[in-house]
């Protein structure tokens, strides 16, 4: 659903609300309904007591999808937001394969924790993302900060994965 925002043409001609183009106004929109309906899914499958392994696996795809595509994003609509960062960037997605690929050998799947870094990078890149699309200039001064809370949270769950014999993936932190 997000990708046709990638592939229609940025025309700065063509401008909807709030100043922006046509593929960012989609995105935007998409992004917002992704991360709405992504939370509301997990919340009521909880409320409704309708928790399902196959539920679980395939939010952790949709998340591992998702995070890739928001790089992408950023290098295609907004790239001056994370200018001289892009190393750190790729060196981030690099950690989030590695961790993936960790658990993929050491456990035969790939764990998705709900770490509280997981939830905080989560959240903030969510609405850091928001930010970016409305108002580049401000996003840029914070994308440090989500530099260190992503780091912060892939460092920690690659550390779970290497020093723990089994995944809980409800584990809260390290330190659980």
């Not at 992704?34 to 928790?51: F, N, P, W």
């Not at 790939?110 to 850091?128: D, M, V």
């Not at 992503?150 to 779970?160: C, D, K, M, S």
């Not at 809980?168 to 390290?174: L, M």
């Amino acid at each position: 659903m997000i990708i046709p925002a990638f592939v229609m043409a940025d025309d700065p001609e063509n401008v909807f609300l709030f100043g922006l183009s046509q593929s960012r106004m989609t995105f935007l929109a998409m992004f917002i309904v992704i991360g709405i309906t992504d939370k509301l899914d997990g919340v009521l499958a909880r409320y409704l007591d309708q928790c399902t392994p196959l539920g679980a696996k395939l939010d952790t795809i949709a998340d591992m999808v998702f995070y890739p595509l928001i790089a992408l994003w950023l290098y295609r609509f907004e790239s001056q937001v994370a200018d001289g960062w892009w190393l750190w960037i790729f060196i981030l997605l690099g950690l989030f394969f590695i961790k993936m690929g960790v658990g993929k050998i050491k456990f035969g799947y790939i764990p998705a924790f709900h770490t509280i870094g997981a939830k905080t990078f989560s959240a903030s890149l969510y609405f850091f993302m928001i930010i970016a699309i409305l108002r580049p200039e401000i996003a840029s001064q914070l994308f440090p900060f989500m530099c260190v809370i992503g780091y912060a949270n892939q460092l920690e769950e690659t550390y779970i994965l290497f020093t723990r014999d089994s995944v809980d993936e409800n584990i809260r932190s390290v330190f659980s």
